[in-house]
C-alpha cells in the first residue's frame, strides 16, 4: 500500500511540474491576423468575437516594404493585424521606439500609447519615447494595410542608452 501510496504521490507531483511548465512564457508575439474585406481609412474596429483569419507567432516585428502579400499569408490588402505579448526591458531608462509601417500602426506599452503612426501612407516611421524599469511590460501593435499599391510591411526599432537603434530583438518578446 505504501508503494501504492508513494507512487500516486510522485504521479500528483508530475502532473503538477507539467502544469507549472505549460505556464511558461514562450518566445515571439501572437500576431491576430484579420482579413478585414474592404477599405480601411484608419485602425479598423474589430469585434471581439471576430475570429482572426490567421494566428500565428512572430518572432520579431521586422516585416520590410513588400507588393506582394505580406510575409507567410495570403493577406495583400485591407487586412489588420494585431500583436500582442511581453516585452523584456533590460535596464531602466528612457526608451524611443520606432515604428516604420505602410499603412498605419501604432504602440502601446502597459495599456499606454506610447506612439501612433496612423493612416494611409507609404512606409513612413514615427517614433515616441517612454520612461520604463527593467522587466516585463505588456506591450501591443496595432497594424492595418488598405490598399497594397504602394507596399506593405511593419518594423519595430528602439534605442536607449548603450543601445543604438536597431530593430527590437527576439529575445526581447514573449508570449
Known amino acids: 500500500m505504501k508503494k501504492i501510496l508513494t507512487l500516486l504521490f510522485a504521479l500528483c507531483l508530475l502532473n503538477v511540474a507539467k502544469a ?41 516585428l521586422n516585416f520590410r516594404s513588400t507588393e506582394m502579400t505580406f ?5 495583400q490588402s485591407h487586412f489588420a493585424i494585431r500583436w500582442t505579448g511581453k516585452i523584456k526591458i533590460p535596464k531602466d531608462g528612457k526608451y524611443t521606439f520606432y515604428l516604420e509601417s505602410d499603412d498605419g500602426s501604432r504602440l502601446l506599452i502597459d495599456g499606454k500609447q506610447v506612439l501612433d503612426n496612423g493612416g494611409l501612407h507609404d512606409m513612413q516611421e514615427s517614433s515616441g519615447s517612454v ?13 492595418f494595410e488598405n ?22 530583438p527576439a529575445k526581447a518578446f514573449y508570449h
Open 131 to 143: 520612461e520604463l524599469k527593467a522587466g516585463d511590460h505588456d506591450l501591443k501593435v496595432d497594424y
Open 20 to 60: 507549472f511548465a505549460a505556464d511558461e512564457p514562450e518566445p515571439g508575439l501572437t500576431g491576430e491576423y484579420f482579413d478585414l474585406g474592404s477599405d480601411v481609412q484608419d485602425f479598423p474596429t474589430i469585434a471581439a468575437d471576430k475570429k482572426p483569419t490567421l494566428k500565428r507567432v512572430d518572432k520579431n
Open 71 to 75: 510575409p507567410g499569408t495570403k493577406l
Open 147 to 168: 490598399e497594397n499599391d504602394g507596399g506593405a510591411g511593419c518594423v519595430l526599432s528602439w534605442k536607449t542608452e548603450g543601445i543604438v537603434k536597431e530593430v527590437v
